[in-house]
Every structure is written in C-alpha cells, then in structure tokens.
C-alpha cells in the first residue's frame, strides 16, 4: 500500500521497481498494489498515469505489453485524505475485498508522503487496525523514507513516535544507496577476501576519500532543498552509510543486527567535530552560474523555490576522524556537492607511500602510492592502483590499473536501488534499512556542523561557479592534512 500515490517516488521510483520486480518473477504471488492519495482518480486513470511513467523511465527498455497487462491488473487505486479516519475504513474494505488471507494479513505500508504525516499516517493505521503485532500471524511493516528528522533532537521525536505504534522489526527505514549493488559489494569485497583485511587499518592506509559528486543542480526540488542543503540531503545519510560499511568492523554474522551493530558502532566512534574545529574540519559551498558539461546552468539562489539571499550550501566537504584501534589518526575526507563537473561517487582509499629506497629513491614523488578504488557510480567496479614497469629499455615506472568492471564482468543488468529494497521489505530482512539507533548516531556527527553554520551567512570565498569542483575552502580543508582531493575517472 503506498501512501503518497500521486507523489513523483511513487511514479519514478516505486512502481517502475515494483513493475521490474513482477517482470523477473520475483514479486510474492498472489500480490496487489494499493495506491492512496488525497487526487481523484479511478485505477484505470492511476494506472494510465503509471504506465506513461513508465514509459519515460524505463527509455533504455522498451515496456514489456504483456508483463504490464499482468502487472497493472494488480495495481488499484483508493482517494483519500491522509487525516481522515474514514480513508482508512475504505483501504480497510478494499483490502477485505481479497479473500486470500495472504493478501488481507501480510500488509506493506509505504509512506511516500511528506514527512510531517507519517505521524498521522502511522497513528490512524494503527487505530483502523490495519497495522497488526507480528505475533499474530500477519506480517505488517511500514517503510519510511528520509528526511527522517532535521536534525537529533527531531529525529528522536520521530524514532519516538513510529515506536508508538511500532515494533522496531515492523519499520524499514530507507537509504536507497544501501540498495545499490556497489554499496552492498563494500561488505563483500571486505570480507569475502582474505586479502584486504590485512591493509584494512591505519597501518597500511594513509587515508580515505569518499566523494558523491554529482553535475546536476537542484533542478525542481529547490523548495525541498531549501529545508536540507547538502549536508542533511547526502552526508548524513548516503555518505556516512558508505564510511561505516567502509570502516566497520567485521561483523559477527551476516544477519541484519550484527551488520547494523557494527555500523552504529563505527558511527559513534567518529570523533566529535567541536564548535572551535568548524573551520578547519568542514567546508561549504553554494553554486553560481557557470557551464556544465557544455550547457549553462543557473545559480543555486535563481532556481526556482529557493530563496535570492539564501545561504543553503549545495556543497559539503569534511574531514572526519574514527577514533578507534583500526582507524586512529587516519583521516577520512567526505564531500559531495551539485553542479560539480561530472557524476561520480567513489572511494578513493589511498595507502602509505613504499619506503625511500630502491625504486623510490630512484623515482622520488613520481612514483606514486597504490590505492584502491571503489566505483560506487557510474563505471561501476573496483580498480587497485599499482605500481609497473613501462616496457622499454629504460627503467621507467608507472601506475597501473588492476582492474574489475561490473559490466564487462557481469553485462549490464544490475537492479535499480529500490527493486532490492522493497522486495526486502516484503520479506522481512532489514539488513539494508536503518535502525533507530543509527540514524541518530548519523545525526549526532552533523548536528555541530548544522548549528554552526545555521543562520551564518555565506562568504564571499564560499561560492562556487557550476561546473567546479567546489569552493576554495574544501581545497583548503584537505590541504590542510597534507593531501589534494583525486579527480574521480569513471572511464
Ligand atoms: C537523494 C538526494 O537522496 O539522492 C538527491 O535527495 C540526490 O539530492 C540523490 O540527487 C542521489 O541519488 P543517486 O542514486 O542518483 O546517486
């Protein structure tokens, strides 16, 4: 049952997912799709409106007619206002109208609304009856989505709020990076392979940069984005999920707790950024008009919905420490940011220079250190930089890519984010959905961050033309440690 059926999630996201799922046979058979919104609308209308959705997101693959046809005759519509308790009668009588108890008892909540409702929502569930105790035999669960809270102090309002309907198995809080095939892949390539446990701690690795950069400016959302900027819309929860999967400690077991143990474990080992260290561990930036990949781009503060004088950053970098027996003293660069020259999210881990003598001496700061590189998006894969011979006479050194492709490794099928997620969410595991605790931990690092930079107004030096790769202060940031940001090469 998605909540906010009219919403854009809904239509770019969800039910594409949802449609892909049922294509590749791997949706649970019987199951039914019930949309609610406060718009009138028949299903046929709703479905129309899904499948011409459909139709511009799935461009690369044509819409299979017959897997549509099969799909849509599951998909239903119910109008309704989120406050009203009688809505909540109507989804009762329309899931009634099943009279396979599969259908009327394992009940998916998806609440695509706004956030300020999932209150209502998950109150007015619970007092129709239609959110159950597991123990009962049915299975009810409700998938809430960021912003999960502005900052700690709201987010524990509504960690609070969802537990008093909830058990905290019934709610999957999402991160869509956490469905991503190359996020997952961090935890395997760490611990399926003897070989890099080895290098895996501040012994061997002199430090780790996580970048989420992306060419595209706020576009429609500014109104939206007014109320995060970069730092609560990605660090706070894309970014610091990829650092505690990068930097956790091997977790007990596969299962879902042990994973998300180790996570918050590794969260609330990061070092707290005090208020007099703003300066010199955090930078922000906002775009100004510039040109991206060959077409003009607009100021942050020219899109539409956002304020002329705002001072919401599009640009966030820091410099973190874990303050634990693997990590001490090594730093972690975090930053992503808008209207930066290319897509590319990647970490960037970068190991100890080889002592001075032999080829080093010979090659002095030519040679440089390995590193290994996780291609999160796009050009997906996972490249090892090393050291080689250029063939020739001369004794002339390199670095050389080992490299793994997913797409020549794998072709080019890989699920989209939320095919992962929602079909998690329908069996119960929530290895890859957040747990309260972690959420808060996340919170609890940017939270001395958002206060300082609340109501202080961004400087002169602090801008940046679109299409570079930040302002001033984040090269100042890293320089500052001894390093220089990499230009990610998705090739
Ligand atoms: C979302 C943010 O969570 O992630 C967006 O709200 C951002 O601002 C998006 O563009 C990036 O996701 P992806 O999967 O395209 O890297």
């Not at 304020?307 to 090594?330: I, K």
Request: glycine share 8%; aromatic share 8%; net charge neutral.
């Amino acid at each position: 049952m998605i909540f906010g059926a009219s919403g854009d999630l809904t239509s770019r996201k969800l039910v594409p997912a949802l449609y892909s799922l049922h294509r590749h046979g791997r949706l649970p058979s019987p199951f039914r799709v019930l949309g609610c919104a406060r718009r009138a609308k028949s299903d046929e209308s709703w479905r129309a409106e899904l499948r011409e959705a459909l139709g511009r997101s799935h461009r690369a693959q044509p819409v299979d007619a017959g897997a549509w046809e099969t799909f849509a005759g599951s998909v239903f519509y119910c109008q309704g206002d989120l406050a009203e308790p009688g809505t909540y009668a109507r989804l009762r009588e329309r899931i009634a109208e099943s009279s396979d108890a599969r259908l009327t008892r394992n009940l998916l909540f998806y609440l695509a609304t706004p956030p300020d409702q999932f209150g209502i929502v998950v109150e007015q569930l619970y007092r129709s009856g239609l959110i159950r105790d597991e123990s009962v035999g049915s299975r009810t669960r409700v998938v809430v989505e960021k912003p999960l809270g502005h900052d700690l102090v709201s987010a524990r309002r509504l960690n609070e709020l969802l537990s008093r309907y909830l058990g905290e198995s019934q709610i999957l809080r999402i991160d869509h990076y956490l469905g991503k095939e190359t996020v997952q892949n961090i935890v395997v390539l760490r611990f399926a392979n003897a070989l890099f446990e080895r290098v895996w701690s501040r012994d061997v690795v002199d430090h780790v940069q996580i970048t989420v950069a992306e060419s595209s400016g706020v576009g429609t959302r500014g109104a939206y984005y007014e109320q995060a900027g970069a730092l609560r819309d990605m660090v706070q929860n894309h970014l610091l999920q990829v650092l505690a999967l990068v930097a956790m400690e091997p977790p007990v077991s596969l299962e879902a707790e042990a994973i998300r143990d180790e996570k918050v474990k590794l969260l609330r080992s990061v070092r707290p950024i005090m208020p007099e260290e703003i300066g010199r561990c955090v930078a922000r930036g906002q775009y100004t008009a510039g040109v991206v990949s060959g077409r003009a781009q607009c100021g942050y503060r020219q899109e539409a919905g956002v304020n002329p004088g705002s001072s919401v950053e599009t640009f966030a970098a820091l410099r973190l420490f874990v303050d634990n027996w693997r990590w001490a003293g090594v730093p972690f660069y975090l930053r992503t940011g808008k209207c930066l020259p290319i897509d590319a999210s990647e970490v960037w881990i970068q190991f100890r220079r080889a002592p001075e003598v032999l080829f080093t001496a010979r090659c002095g700061p030519r040679l440089d250190a390995n590193a290994l590189v996780l291609r999160l998006q796009p050009g997906e894969g996972v490249t090892l930089l090393v050291n080689g011979k250029v063939p020739g006479l001369e004794l002339v050194l390199r670095t050389v890519r080992v490299q793994f492709k997913y797409a020549a490794e794998f072709g080019a099928y890989t699920p989209e984010a939320y095919e992962r997620l929602l079909l998690d969410a329908m069996s119960g595991d929530t290895t890859l959905f957040l747990r309260a605790d972690e959420v808060e931990a996340a919170w609890q690092i940017v939270d001395p961050v958002l206060r300082a930079w609340a109501d202080k107004p961004l400087s002169e030096s602090e801008f940046y033309p679109a299409g570079t790769w930040g302002p001033a202060s984040a090269e100042e940031l890293i320089a500052c440690g001894g390093h220089a940001w990499r230009v990610p090469q998705p090739d």
